[in-house]
């Protein structure tokens, strides 16, 4: 993909949602002479204003826009307006930086008008086909258990037949298969995943994303996964966003919201990587209660609730 089309789109987008409403905003805070107010450089409407010229507004005016905008608006502002003096300053970019920069327009776009969405969402739909590896048995795998996991690569067409009966399924070293988890996920969601990648997917629409992940049973009725921050950038977009715990069987997924996993993050098992963040996570079943450990002997959080039934 074009790296100079890609950071134009990103920078015209965040403009045609930061114009109309800088420019309401500060006239409706200030008056006729909102430009005088605001400084000698912002002449003429802010529709007309480049992008630093609108983020510096917003950010050394924020307390017009408080209380308006969502919250965490403030911070992806300021992230905006880090990617764009990387860009001025010609510095180089990763797929990762870009990725990230098409991630921040798109949200920062979502927060102030959803209507002009629609080219950034389908820009970061490509990346992340681009940047992720497609979910991938062991080398070891048997023939039938592949030919297994490509049965129900398309949910459009298992949605509307009956259920597979999940306990016959073949597991791959102890594990249940990636595909019939999501298959139960997006059942359970009533959601048809178009876009799958790595170990996420979404939907067409970015209705909905998940971070589905498996694990075999351990000793002692235990379970651990090892969470990316990558994983969860990819699927923070979504406006429903979930990290799915598949636990030995298509039967038994904790489906956590994001926003909860986010909380527990700081209070996981780090594991850093060359792909940036990560973290172990690590779950058990004592009768039938479920709880995610967090660091510190005894410390565990209940999330019973999350099961699907």
């Given at each position: 993909?074009d790296t ?14 930061l114009g ?18 605001c ?7 802010a ?6 010229a609108?983020?510096k ?6 307390h ?8 965490g ?18 510095r180089?970019?990763?797929p ?24 950034l ?6 990346l992340?086909l681009?940047?992720a ?6 080398a070891?795998?048997t ?26 399924q ?5 594990a ?7 298959m ?10 178009s ?5 996420c997917?979404?939907t ?11 694990s ?37 997924i ?17 594991k ?21 450990l ?16």
């Amino acid at each position: 993909m074009d790296t100079d089309k890609i950071v134009r789109e990103c920078r015209e987008s965040v403009k045609a949602a930061l114009g109309p409403l800088v420019g309401k905003s500060l006239q409706a805070a200030y008056g006729t002479n909102w430009q005088t107010r605001c400084g000698p450089e912002y002449v003429g409407q802010a529709q007309t204003w480049d992008l630093q010229a609108l983020l510096k507004a917003m950010i050394a005016h924020w307390h017009v826009f408080d209380g308006q905008l969502p919250r965490g608006t403030r911070s992806l502002v300021h992230e905006m307006k880090d990617w764009r003096n990387h860009v001025a300053h010609e510095r180089a970019m990763t797929p990762d930086d870009l990725f990230r920069l098409v991630d921040t327009a798109l949200r920062l776009v979502r927060s102030v008008d959803n209507t002009k969405s629609a080219g950034l969402q389908e820009i970061r739909s490509r990346l992340m086909l681009a940047l992720a590896p497609e979910p991938h048995l062991p080398a070891s795998s048997t023939r039938a258990s592949t030919d297994h996991v490509g049965k129900y690569d398309s949910l459009a067409d298992t949605r509307s037949g009956p259920t597979p009966d999940v306990k016959k399924q073949v597991h791959v070293n102890g594990a249940p298969p990636w595909s019939d988890c999501l298959m139960r996920i997006a059942l359970k969601l009533d959601v048809t995943f178009s876009i799958k990648t790595g170990r996420c997917a979404l939907t067409s629409d970015a209705a909905c994303g998940v971070c589905c992940l498996v694990s075999k049973q351990h000793a002692n009725d235990r379970y651990w996964w090892n969470l990316r921050e990558r994983q969860l950038v990819a699927i923070s977009s979504a406006r429903a966003a979930y990290v799915a715990l598949a636990c030995g069987t298509p039967d038994t997924i904790l489906l956590v919201p994001l926003a909860n996993l986010r909380e527990w993050t700081p209070m996981f098992n780090p594991k850093p990587g060359e792909d940036g963040a990560g973290w172990h996570v690590h779950v058990e079943c004592s009768g039938r209660r479920w709880s995610v450990l967090l660091q510190g002997r005894g410390n565990k959080v209940d999330v019973t609730r999350f099961l699907i039934t």
